[in-house]
């Protein structure tokens, strides 16, 4: 008997303890990008083989005073209600009790809570993804591991597993308990109903999740590797969208789904833990933790330039390894910083970053700080001295006005859950401090290649290799 635990994206919500113990067909279909997939059937080892529809007794509606709904079938459960909870308890033939408890909490988050639930289980699985399929409202999964598992009298298996979700400000915590008899029809017949409380959850109103709103960005990861004697610094990115869809790239772009605390395949095929402290992101992967850092942080200067009277008094306090170039940008004069270099093909010194200084009324001055995505991708001068700014995704193009660190325009490509492409496109206007933004899919894709194209054929920046 083949069994399953599928428990992230799960579209009809079952118990994870459920799923795993039922070897009768139960239909599953989990849902990444609003795209739903049929992923066969837990407890059957043919996943193509069809499912007919169960017939359920009659259900109706209950409406919870804090907002949430659930259908479930009367003639099976009894409902105990308290001020901030109600509890469904099953009625029907089973192996003990098994029951779902819907609780509000106003005055935690879900992190806390879950901080509560993992001290008073030491053995819990973390598994995160959408409920009940809804993109705008996800949860997570914690679930018992094998020394969370209890023996009863009659020799069932009692689970506790919990769904936990933010929910207007506070927490909405599902918590199960289930015995496992091992008769298939009966614990499939308690998880059909079971099921259908949760897969019928509705949340009304319901405030936007707050939760998850300082994740979203792009990080970056640079890395040192060395070739032939000469060093290539390599930028891995992690890409988390505002809809919890992304991409890893690290070798190849990865689509990912991610969480509170999880990063995941869109298929639940690889799940990486990390934290996030301000900008830093750590990704325990495979074991091996990797540092990214947000883009557009606060940049700290490399050098200190109090009482620089000239450019070069700036490059005599440079460390050993970095680089400067002095170029310019439109029409102005500038000085160019890197943290490091490294050689080209044609064995000049390059680099993909830098701290841009500028000359003004009391001597030199910072104007800003740019990286570009790995050393495919070093810092590019174009016909009109504009600056060409470059990773895998994304190309900005920048010139000086007036003194000030102007972005012309910029080009971008994100790619959701299936890997499928968005294209954008802005150009910038001095003048009227307006932006365009192209929202053609067609246009947008060709200004990406066009950029890019002019990328190939521009200037890089030759930089010198500061050596003491």
Known sequence: MKKRWMTLLISGVLTASMLSACSLPVNITIDVGGQKYSVGTA???????PVEDIKLPDDETYESDHGWSVRYVPSLFTVNESDNETDFVYTGESAGTNMVAIQTIEDKLPPEVIDELTKSHKDMVIREGSLGGDENRWAIWVMPGPDEVQESENG???????IVTEYNGGTLLLSF????????????????????IVDTLVLDPSEPQTMYN??????????????????????????????????LSLQDDIPILWGYKKIMGTQGDFFYDYTLDGDRLTLNYDGTELEFIREGREHELSVDITGCDTFTHIVDRLSDGQGYANVKLGDTDVLLVSSGT???LDGKYVAIDAEIFVYGQNGPEYLGYVECGGTAYPLTLDDDNSLYVCSHHRAEEYTIKDGSLFLEQEVWVEYDGEGNPTYGYADYDYDDGEVDIETDQTEAEEEFEDMFDELSYGQTIEFTRVVK
Do not use: C, W
């Open 156 to 162: 069932s298996r009692i689970y506790e597993d919990y």
């Open 214 to 247: 300082d994740r979203p960005g792009t990080y970056v990861r640079s890395n040192t590797d060395e070739l032939d004697g000469n060093e290539l610094v390599k930028t891995d990115v992690l890409q988390l969208n505002h809809d919890h869809t992304g991409f």
């Open 43 to 49: 407890g059957d080892t043919d996943a193509e083989a």
């Open 342 to 344: 490294y050689e080209d």
């Open 177 to 196: 308990i289930t015995h496992i008899s091992g008769q298939d029809e009966l614990d499939t017949a308690v998880s059909d109903y079971i099921s259908m």
